[in-house]
């Protein structure tokens, strides 16, 4: 017949059952923070890449990096191809190297990233970051507006 548990060996494993829960939930932070930090570098990569070919003035890779809908965008303004419009549109060419970027904000598959002189937005795709929106300027109690965007 077994013995049933005394106070002290229950109490003794509440102890243990607390502190696995509590080293998962210390993992679950960690790993979901460094998953963020992932997502914010990407983000950041992918603006940079759009604000260079911006500066090269090498539209087929502006395009590359703008989000399916975004280059849809630009090839009806243009009635033409993106890589044939998007040179056109007049996107500000705000900084290429990681100092100019001010700050990355990422929200889910959604991320904002501020450069010196232009602010983009972007989407994650299977395919990696895309920017949905770019030369877009903040305006007080309004969304922003953007010289590139999807629709």
Do not use: I
Request: charged share 25%; net charge neutral.
């Amino acid at each position: 017949m077994a013995t049933p548990p005394t106070r002290a060996m229950c109490t003794a494993r509440r102890w243990r059952w607390s502190a696995v829960a509590g080293t998962a939930a210390v993992l679950l932070v960690t790993v979901g923070c460094g998953a963020v930090e992932e997502r914010r570098s990407a983000a950041m990569a992918a603006a940079l890449d759009f604000e260079r070919a911006v500066r090269a003035e090498d539209a087929a890779t502006v395009c590359e990096v703008l989000a399916p809908g975004t280059r849809e965008e630009v090839a009806q303004s243009a009635r033409a191809d993106c890589a044939q419009g998007v040179l056109d549109e007049d996107v500000p060419s705000a900084g290429d190297r990681p100092g100019d970027v001010r700050s990355v904000d990422v929200h889910g598959r959604q991320a904002r990233v501020v450069l010196t002189a232009d602010t983009l937005f972007l989407s994650q795709f299977s395919s990696g970051w895309k920017v949905v929106a770019a030369g877009c300027t903040p305006r007080p109690q309004q969304p922003y507006r953007c010289t590139l965007k999807n629709g």
